[in-house]
């Protein structure tokens, strides 16, 4: 089985800060890579598709990169609602997916 | 736009079987390009894939090792809508359920979320 792993698992930022979030991979899979918002009491949505390809209707202050092993997400400048816990996502192994841990966003 | 409503009980006797139904707008459940799959979220286990159905000129399923003996997801074509079943259910299955939709592997289309507690 493919092991995710994030770090931080928590940070706290100041609103206009640039939040940077790490995932890595037990092995390699390639730009399949996914990363979800999850605010409380809702289901995760959708923010960044194959490692580096902004959802539809999501902001541009977001954004990911990496392949292979190693991969990050950003969010160039923190907004309040923007606090939230994100996972990663592999799906190199289908047909089924394996989530990170997850990082949960506060405001300083 | 695709949304996905879920409905089932939110408490289940240790040993019995947890049934949620998934019903869908927006899209079918014979689709040609999508999954529909449970995923089911826990502060022990986080975010955890339990299982898919989806067709492709027939009816396909899959499902995670850790549930694939207790596991049954169903299509339901005349009510566009698919179910979970998991049998033997212990305190260890308390979570919240989500229904999900993939398209190659990106969940962009998710239930509400049903809390189903395992508990005598």
């Known amino acids: 089985d493919i092991q995710m792993t994030q770090s931080p698992s928590s940070l706290s930022a100041s609103v206009g800060d640039r939040v940077t979030i790490t995932c890595q991979a037990s092995?390699?899979?390639?730009?399949?890579l996914n990363w979800y918002q999850q605010k409380p009491g809702k289901a995760p949505k959708l923010l960044i598709y194959?490692?580096?390809n902004l959802e539809t209707g999501v902001p541009s202050r977001f954004s990911g990169s990496g392949s292979g092993t190693d991969f990050t997400f950003t969010i160039s400048s923190l907004q309040p609602e923007d606090i939230a816990t994100y996972y990663c996502?592999?799906?190199?192994?289908?047909?089924?997916?394996?989530f990170g841990p997850g990082t949960k966003v506060d405001i300083k | 736009q695709v949304q996905l409503q879920q409905s089932g009980p939110g408490l289940v006797k240790p040993s019995q079987t947890l049934s949620l139904t998934c019903a869908i707008s927006?899209?079918?459940?014979?689709?040609?390009?999508?999954?529909w799959n449970w995923i089911r979220q826990s502060p022990s286990r986080g975010l955890e894939w339990l299982g898919r159905?989806?067709?492709?000129?027939?009816?396909?399923?899959d499902y995670a090792v850790s549930v694939k003996s207790r596991i049954t997801i169903n299509p339901d074509t005349s009510k566009n809508q698919f179910s979970l079943q998991l049998n033997s259910v212990t305190p260890e299955d308390t979570a919240v359920y989500y229904c999900?939709?993939?398209?190659?592997?990106?969940?962009?289309?998710w239930g509400q979320g049903t809390l189903v507690t395992v508990s005598s």
């Open positions: 927006g899209d079918s459940v014979s689709s040609n390009s999508a999954a």
């Open positions: 194959d490692a580096s």
């Open positions: 996502q592999q799906y190199d192994n289908l047909p089924g997916f394996t």
């Open positions: 999900a939709r993939d398209r190659v592997g990106a969940v962009a289309h």
């Open positions: 159905t989806y067709y492709r000129s027939k009816w396909y399923n």
């Open positions: 092995q390699d899979i390639s730009n399949y």
